[in-house]
């Protein structure tokens, strides 16, 4: 082999380097935290995550309940959404972030105020002060009306998760908001998932794994990012053209 075939391939070599090296979105170079990842939605977005490559941290104020969940597949964070002194720990390291909570009675610590609202507002601190990559959050379909029924059952809790968003979207971070219709457990990819935009008052679902589907490939297509969208499935053949869906929202 003579000289320039030599340096050519050193050239070659190089360029490969860091060809590799500034794959951001690649699982490999990601570490996501997931909070709420015991919750019904959450579970089904850290064992995505898991089962695509990514390192995971599941944050949870019940350690002993993650792992028996997760076992040995993802790093566990305790942490408390209402106390940001016990996020810093669970932040170290972090690229990207999915919160899945949700407020779990109308009143006290577990309201929709303190925990869509302040709580999903102490992790977007969290995310910033730790230079986070992007911010999935899961919000609510009808958020924009004030007049939603939910308001009225929920002690406001639509309100609270809108204002949220604002904060998300005010605060530098690339974001991601997700806002599912009505939830359920049926399995997902089983349906045509669709993405839209303009918040529309309708009665539509959309199963809690396909929500963590949608979430886990925000993480991945750059066309998803700073986007905010409604989403639900419909009785139609999956088609899971991700890039497409998310470059057709504004």
């Known amino acids: 082999m003579n000289k320039i ?119 977007v601190d969290a995310a910033v002060a730790a230079n986070a990559q992007q911010f999935v959050l899961v919000s609510s379909m009808g958020v924009t009306h004030d007049d939603h029924p939910l308001n009225k059952m929920l002690n406001n809790v639509l309100i609270w998760k809108f204002r949220n968003e604002e904060y998300l979207r005010a605060s530098g971070l690339t974001y991601t908001i997700v806002r599912p219709g009505g939830l359920h457990d049926k399995p997902g990819g089983e349906q045509y998932i669709v993405l839209e935009q303009g918040d529309t008052v309708k009665v539509v679902a959309i199963s809690r794994a396909d929500v963590a589907a949608v979430c886990v490939a925000a993480l991945q297509y750059a066309e998803a990012r700073n986007k905010t969208f409604e989403t639900y499935t419909v009785k139609e053949e999956p088609a899971l053209n991700w890039q497409e869906k998310f470059a057709a929202l504004d």
């Open 5 to 123: 075939a030599i340096k050519l391939l050193a050239v070659l070599a190089i360029f490969a380097t860091a060809a590799c090296s500034s794959t951001a979105n690649a699982p490999d170079a990601e570490l996501v935290l997931v909070a709420g990842a015991t919750g019904r939605t959450g579970q089904h977005v850290v064992q995505q995550l898991v089962d695509q490559g990514y390192a995971v941290r599941a944050l949870t104020r019940d350690a002993d309940k993650a792992r028996a969940m997760f076992g040995e597949s993802v790093d566990v964070a305790v942490g408390d959404v209402s106390d940001p002194a016990s996020l810093v720990t669970a932040f170290a390291g972090v690229t990207r972030v999915v919160s899945a909570i949700g407020s779990s009675s109308k009143e006290g610590p577990g309201s929709p105020e303190n925990i869509d609202y302040r709580g999903n507002n102490n992790l």
